[in-house]
């Protein structure tokens, strides 16, 4: 299937730090997802990018889908604790199916 | 909001045992997905249904099967457990009125080890 290479694997931050992560693609993608999975749970919609340049917003959380349609990136401003999870992301294609990135782990350091 | 409801969070399994994983949803969604995640993995697909007795092999269908008598209950079925086998299994569902990308809703994980 397609693969969404997602970078970094992990990030041990501090607290009060910017965070920044991204997806890159072979493929052209129609819709950009980002999800955040805390530990135990399932993956949760952060953010949803429909056309080629969109920049979205969701208080501190800014993702962009990049104009060639192959890639995305989530920025974080300003970590705190509560940020601690498994960032996916998402490309969803023509057929109405996602491919999932491999996720970045985030971890704050208080 | 859609509830997506996975029957046990943690399973032990002996190697050569038939293992069901359950999930339930409570949206009358059309669309229900079994992944498979692994650390660097991501989130890989199984198989998926579009319907009731309907199914559809996703991208690592060996080893796997499924069942959907109802439209609300999809069941991911290892014939044989191996212990390649062992991971965090996502149920998730989906609505065809949701129309937006969004519209996957996960459960909270099967984690499954096989020893």
């Known amino acids: 299937g397609q693969q969404l290479n997602q970078s970094p694997q992990s990030m041990f931050i501090q607290e009060g730090e910017d965070v920044s992560m991204n997806c890159t693609s072979s493929s052209i993608f129609n819709t950009w997802l980002w999800y955040k999975q805390d530990p135990g749970e399932g993956p949760v919609l952060l953010i949803a990018l429909y056309k080629a340049g969109e920049l979205t917003s969701n208080g501190r959380l800014t993702a962009q889908f990049g104009i060639t349609r192959k890639d995305s990136f989530l920025n974080i401003s300003a970590s705190i604790p509560s940020d601690v999870g498994i960032y996916f992301c998402?490309?969803?294609?023509?057929?109405?199916?996602?491919?999932f990135g491999g996720g970045t782990r985030l971890m704050v350091k208080p | 909001d859609v509830k997506v409801t996975q029957s046990s969070r943690y399973l032990v399994k002996r190697t050569g045992e038939k293992v069901f994983l359950e999930c339930v949803q409570d949206?009358?969604?059309?669309?229900m997905f079994w992944y498979r995640q692994d650390p660097g993995l991501g989130l890989r697909l199984i198989y998926f249904s579009y319907d009731v007795k309907m199914k559809e092999k996703g991208d690592i269908p060996e080893g796997y099967s499924v069942s959907r008598e109802k439209k609300e209950r999809f069941s991911l079925i290892l014939e044989s457990a191996s212990t390649n086998q062992t991971s965090m299994y996502l149920c998730a569902s989906r609505g065809l009125e949701t129309g937006g990308a969004g519209g996957y809703t996960f459960g909270s994980g099967t984690r499954l080890t096989v020893v």
């Open positions: 949206m009358d969604h059309e669309n």
């Open positions: 998402a490309g969803r294609n023509a057929g109405n199916m996602l491919t």
